[in-house]
């Protein structure tokens, strides 16, 4: 005699389904809002009614994901209606960022405020897959601590890495960092392991998560965008109407190794000619004549010249934003983009790479003289990628709150 089991109830499912969606909706409203709405306001503006939405909201509250704060006075009549702010001291963000000649941890809260930031300068050109992420384990430890002195909760970690990634978090190939075929997640089981609850390891290029990032920062006001991360290695994370082109096999924007001259100096990646061999950070220090010095030359260091009008400096970073020029008119003229950003290494450089930039992209962009072409700094500067994995990971709370409150 076979036996059966009830199956669940159909008005349950949709009922779990419509608090899904509402609590969703309504996060989203929250964190949206140009200043903290009331209940009655999220009811107003989503047609929910007033019940539901209380019930939701305290749904929230007790996640730990909304907070309440007073509200300013006002003349007239009436008692004014306490607002609802996204909460700071509930779930976070880890972002962690490998890069070729530093390491560095970010935390994020919900509201989208940092609360702890570590960079540690090291080359690691020489150092095995298994060691950096050793040592990446340990800075993101550090993170943690912090962060529970804060009293937050780590809901996911995400890693930028300045490679090709595929899936599973596999990096398929990062030349500069001499990897290939690195299983990250394998590699680094600590973060999961001791985070009781924790999502998998997210592995993405450091330019996508910088992308995202700046498109999150609520300072943006482009929807189509080249982000551009210049370091020892230049990526690049492309925005097309308010959302990042992966490519349909998820590895666009490695502008770096696009050929600025096609038979000229040889690349770690196996061409002739890229740009990151002219406009590459250690391009630029070895123009500028600083290669080999016994003091640090980095983005900082240039800048700090440059201000100074040191001659060789300015001749180099002359010569690269041209080369970084030609690059850009290609993908515009190919994308039609209104907005170029600067960002990692070439932030703080900003000042000296944008003239020729623009320049190179006036001359060579068929449309530039009925459509001028944007270029400006990051507004998240240097801590694009870092601020962005951990941003990756706020949002997803924010767009599936169902998957932090059922833990």
Do not use: K
């Not at 009830?6 to 609590?23: C, D, F």
């Not at 230049?234 to 096609?262: K, Q, T």
């Not at 990151?276 to 600083?290: N, T």
């Not at 001659?311 to 690059?327: E, N, Q, R, Y």
């Amino acid at each position: 005699m076979s036996s059966t089991t009830n199956p669940t109830p159909v008005g349950a499912v949709r009922q779990a389904s419509l608090r899904e969606i509402n609590l969703a909706l309504l996060l989203g409203r929250i964190a949206a809002a140009p200043r903290p709405p009331s209940r009655a306001d999220l009811a107003a503006d989503t047609g929910l009614t007033r019940a539901t939405v209380s019930a939701v909201v305290d749904d929230l509250i007790g996640g730990g994901l909304v907070t309440e704060v007073e509200p300013t006075p006002r003349a007239g009549a009436g008692r004014p209606a306490r607002g609802l702010l996204l909460a700071g001291h509930g779930p976070a963000g880890l972002g962690l960022e490998i890069n070729v000649d530093y390491l560095a941890a970010c935390v994020l809260d919900l509201a989208g405020a940092v609360r702890h930031r570590t960079v540690h300068r090291v080359d690691l050109r020489l150092t095995s897959p298994a060691e950096t992420l050793a040592r990446t384990a340990e800075l993101a430890a550090r993170a943690r601590a912090d962060a529970d002195d804060q009293g937050l909760t780590l809901a996911g970690v995400a890693l930028a890495v300045p490679g090709l990634v595929g899936a599973g978090g596999v990096v398929r190939l990062a030349p500069n960092l001499g990897w290939r075929e690195v299983d990250v997640p394998a590699l680094l089981p600590p973060l999961t392991e001791t985070i009781p609850g924790l999502p998998p390891l997210v592995v993405d290029n450091e330019a996508n998560l910088a992308a995202l990032g700046e498109l999150h920062t609520g300072h943006a006001t482009a929807t189509d965008f080249l982000y551009i991360s210049g370091e020892v290695g230049i990526g690049a994370g492309i925005v097309l109407d308010g959302a990042l082109y992966r490519g349909g096999r998820g590895w666009s924007g490695e502008i770096g190794h696009l050929p600025v001259h096609p038979e000229g100096r040889p690349c770690r990646c196996g061409g002739r000619g890229c740009l990151e061999q002219y406009a590459g950070q250690e391009a630029i220090i070895a123009a500028a004549g600083l290669a080999g010095e016994n003091l640090p030359a980095d983005a900082a260091r240039l800048a700090r010249l440059a201000t100074d009008g040191d001659p060789a400096t300015c001749a180099a970073l002359a010569g690269a934003g041209t080369a970084l020029g030609v690059a850009v008119a290609g993908v515009v003229n190919l994308l039609d983009l209104d907005t170029v950003v600067l960002g990692g290494g070439y932030a703080p450089l900003a000042p000296w790479l944008s003239p020729p930039v623009a320049a190179e992209v006036s001359r060579r962009v068929l449309t530039a003289a009925w459509a001028p072409v944007t270029i400006r700094p990051a507004v998240l500067g240097a801590d694009a990628a870092a601020v962005g994995a951990a941003g990756s990971v706020v949002r997803r709370i924010i767009a599936q709150p169902n998957a932090w409150l059922a833990r």
